[in-house]
């Protein structure tokens, strides 16, 4: 299998809206990631956006694949840092490097930048996303919080 990775840019509103389907189906949660579509102007917006890099895998324009990091600017340093948000990849594709790709091209993006690390987090007992981390980078045990906004 042959496949690109792209990343997204404003006038990509139909791999916009193919990722968010990818990542309901993947995460099977279509109450966050498909009940209530943004607009198209929200997307433009969105994608316009430096600080968000969205990037997709496509496999003869369809997206099997996608990521969405969010790059960080730090105080203490003049550096920044990015965090994956979102990492899947379509069923049907994976075991195909296609996880590995998009993470190795958002390293592409981070090194120009001058980020210092990527990270990201992964669930317990989701063994293989802890699989393609621990292959990728070193693994920090942590606790994550949920705070609601007030």
């Known amino acids: 299998m042959t496949f690109t990775v792209h990343r997204l840019a404003p006038g990509d ?4 809206r193919a990722l968010n389907a990818m990542f309901a189906k993947a995460f ?16 433009v917006k969105v994608l316009s956006k430096d600080s968000i890099i969205p990037l997709v895998a496509l496999n003869d324009g369809q997206v099997i694949g996608g990521l969405v990091a969010y ?20 069923d049907a594709h994976r075991r ?8 190795s091209r958002l390293g592409e993006i981070a ?20 699989a ?13 919080f949920d705070i609601d906004p007030r």
Not at 13 to 16: C, G, L, T, W
Not at 71 to 90: G, M, P
Not at 96 to 103: C, K, M, N, S, Y
């Open 111 to 130: 090194s120009s930048r001058g980020a210092w690390v990527i990270y990201v987090q992964a669930d317990y007992g989701d063994e293989p996303a802890i």
């Open 96 to 103: 195909q490097g296609v996880a590995t790709a998009l993470i």
């Open 71 to 90: 790059e960080l600017d730090k105080l203490e340093q003049e550096r920044s840092e990015i965090y994956i948000y979102d990492l899947a990849v379509d």
């Open 13 to 16: 509103i139909a791999h916009f």
């Open 132 to 144: 393609l981390y621990t292959k990728l980078g070193r693994r920090e045990d942590v606790m994550h």
């Open 28 to 43: 099977e949660d279509p109450e966050h990631y498909a009940a209530k579509p943004p607009s198209d102007a929200y997307a």
